[in-house]
């Protein structure tokens, strides 16, 4: 089965009609599928180089008399790392909002490129990156706040996730300039008009934007 079909631009990497724009076949086969397979071999070396564990210090007090019992003191966190814990907290909640809301965009494109008989990609692949970088995210997240340890690998895997966002919004960018190109009236009457890809790939384009700030400011 074809990964492409009744493309006007062609399969190549250099699009027939705009020279200065990749094949929205390239796009979907090669470019796109390659931001998560680097994202994956990147985490993969975040994860054998980094050590394994990192424990959180914590103070413990020796009692005078051995028979009592040593006393384990926990730090008491002001109000203004209350507040930051809180947003944090509404961060957490908005990105795995918008991780959900990614995933669902993008098994809308690929079912109503599907329909229209546009072939497909390898664009299935997208849903394993924003899966894997979602649950990284969320998993850093519950440890650092909920346990006494972290993975350094996964802490260091949140610059991996900006990667990831921003190579796709990159890549998602270059599709839409390609689509605005063949202008909002072209596959009028099909199952997946012009107009309505440019719809999805620009919801795609800021749900990436907010994905990789979210990224950046919650730690």
């Known amino acids: 089965m074809p990964l492409c079909t009744n493309r006007p631009g062609g ?4 699009s027939s009609l705009y020279p200065n724009l990749p094949t929205s076949c390239f796009l979907d086969s090669i470019l796109i599928p390659l931001c998560t397979w680097l994202y994956l071999l990147t985490i993969l070396l975040l994860l054998l180089l980094e050590r394994p564990w990192n424990q959180r210090a914590v103070t413990v007090t020796l009692p005078e008399d051995p028979k009592t019992p040593a006393v384990l003191e926990r730090p008491v966190y002001p109000a203004s790392k209350l507040r930051r814990s809180r947003l944090q907290h509404c961060g957490f909640i908005i990105y795995s909002l918008l991780v959900l809301a990614q995933l669902l965009m993008c098994i ?14 390898l664009l299935p692949f997208t849903l394993v990156g924003i899966i894997c970088a979602g649950s990284l995210h969320i998993f850093r997240t519950i440890a650092s706040s909920q346990m006494n340890w972290a993975w350094k690998g996964i802490r260091g895997s949140r610059w991996a996730n900006l990667g990831l966002w921003v190579a796709l919004l990159v890549m998602d960018s270059l599709k839409l300039a390609q689509e605005a190109k063949d202008g909002t009236g072209a596959r009028k009457g099909s199952k997946y008009p012009v107009a309505d890809e440019m719809t999805d790939v620009g919801v795609m384009i800021g749900v990436y934007v907010v994905l990789g700030v979210l990224e950046v400011v919650a730690h």
């Open 108 to 121: 809308l494109e690929i079912t109503r490129l599907s329909l229209a008989h546009l072939g497909i990609g």
């Open 11 to 14: 399969f190549g990497p250099s």
